[in-house]
């Protein structure tokens, strides 16, 4: 494995460094890929692609690190130098000619290109390994096909960026990053068909690694395009973070606000004594509405209105009993506020934990227990 490493970083240096160079661009977008999976944002599709496609050129421009191409003969490893031009070309050509919703909707072509290519490349490395050659036939089929895929690549690349133009044409400010895009765009291009017929015409020249090296440094353009996209989104969601803390502060801030003046009425105006109370009085009265009144109660203090006012009540039942113990159940029911004995009944189980009549009964025995020690 040393010795393959120590021949591919002298096999084509412009390759290696190409190399070093999306590897470290994948581990910067895989990084993203994965702040963004935690912080659960939506997914970035240019993000999720290019990171896709930059692993497939570092597995490419890896294994064409361990193969020494002067050992071999044929026409094989110039054609594996055309489409490891193909495909670093292609991201950066896609990227920049489509945007936006036009992205999103070629994801799967995108995907499947970047498949297709690294197949191609693969499966070439393979046949020179295995010093495989081809027929003068097969070998013109290849020819053709990447004169085919590269006019094809051409011809959506210019209909799609001349769409953004037109778009944009009738903008007064044009973002500058738009110039370098085209300047970007047409030096791809105009290198890619450069260095392929060339290739198709007079073999694999001294301008090849020189070219890798450039489209290559394209690629970083996009990289640092996507990021800032990315960068943006992150701090949009932050931003949105802090003002959702800030609306839940200030709302927790009304909540408790109300819940003291609703406690301080309860206590100070007793408006439990009117057997016919309603949530509606209430919020009324504390300039509210009923249904945000209803909210801070359950939330805060885990009951409903009813239950609410009731255990106000059984606290002024709890009150007039100690005052005067020989009240009746039916005269304790009234004077706190119950409408009905099933309702008091029922409260007393809740918040006491017996009926009225034991309950009275037990207190009535403790309270005279505790006069009788206080006499003697």
């Known amino acids: 494995m040393k010795n393959y490493l120590i021949v591919g970083i002298f096999n084509s240096a412009n390759e290696f460094i190409s190399l070093i160079i999306f590897l470290t661009l994948s581990t910067s977008l895989i990084h993203q890929q994965i702040i963004q999976k935690y912080s659960r944002q939506e997914e970035n599709p240019a993000l999720k692609c290019m990171t896709f496609a930059f692993i497939c050129n570092v597995i490419v421009l890896l294994l064409r690190q361990m193969i020494h191409f002067e050992k071999y003969s044929g026409d094989i490893p110039t054609l594996m130098a055309l489409f490891i031009v193909l495909q670093i070309l292609f991201p950066a050509i896609y990227y920049i000619s489509n945007k936006d919703e036009s992205f999103i909707k070629g994801i799967k072509f995108f995907i499947g290109t970047i498949i297709t290519m690294t197949v191609i490349n693969l499966s070439g490395l393979l046949l020179i390994k295995l010093g495989i050659s081809?027929?003068?036939?097969?070998?013109t089929i290849v020819k053709s096909s990447?004169?085919?895929i590269l006019l094809g690549f051409t011809a959506a690349a210019i209909i799609s960026f001349r769409t953004q133009i037109i778009e944009k044409a009738d903008r007064i400010y044009i973002n500058k990053n738009h110039h370098y895009e085209s300047a970007l765009f047409v030096t791809s291009l105009a290198l890619s068909f450069f260095i392929i017929f060339q290739f198709l015409f007079n073999g694999?020249?001294?301008?090849?690694?020189?070219?890798?090296?450039?489209?290559?440094?394209?690629?970083?353009?996009v990289f640092f395009r996507v990021s800032n996209c990315q960068k943006r989104r992150n701090i949009e969601l932050s931003d949105e973070l802090r003002k959702d803390s800030k609306l839940l502060k200030l709302e927790d801030s009304k909540a408790n606000e109300l819940k003291e003046r609703l406690v301080r009425?309860?206590?100070?105006?007793?408006?439990?004594?009117?057997?016919?109370l309603s949530i509606n009085e209430v919020s009324l009265y504390l300039y509210t509405n009923k249904t945000y009144l209803s909210?801070?109660?359950?939330?805060?203090m885990g009951l409903n209105f009813?239950?609410?006012?009731?255990?106000?009540?059984?606290?002024?039942?709890?009150?007039?009993?100690?005052?005067?113990?020989?009240?009746?159940?039916k005269e304790l029911c009234n004077k706190s506020g119950f409408g009905c004995m099933a309702s008091f009944t029922i409260a007393f189980r809740i918040?006491?934990?017996?009926?009225?009549?034991?309950?009275?009964?037990?207190?009535?025995?403790?309270?005279?227990?505790?006069?009788e020690t206080k006499r003697y």
């Open 295 to 300: 909210k801070i109660i359950n939330d805060n």
């Open 306 to 329: 009813n239950q609410f006012t009731n255990s106000f009540r059984i606290e002024e039942v709890q009150r007039i009993f100690i005052a005067n113990r020989n009240l009746s159940i």
């Open 204 to 221: 694999v020249g001294h301008h090849y690694g020189p070219v890798v090296l450039t489209l290559t440094f394209i690629n970083m353009f």
């Open 134 to 139: 081809l027929t003068y036939l097969a070998i």
């Open 146 to 148: 990447v004169i085919l």
């Open 265 to 276: 009425y309860f206590e100070k105006e007793k408006p439990y004594l009117n057997k016919d």
């Open 351 to 371: 918040f006491l934990g017996s009926s009225p009549a034991d309950w009275c009964k037990a207190n009535r025995n403790q309270l005279d227990s505790n006069e």
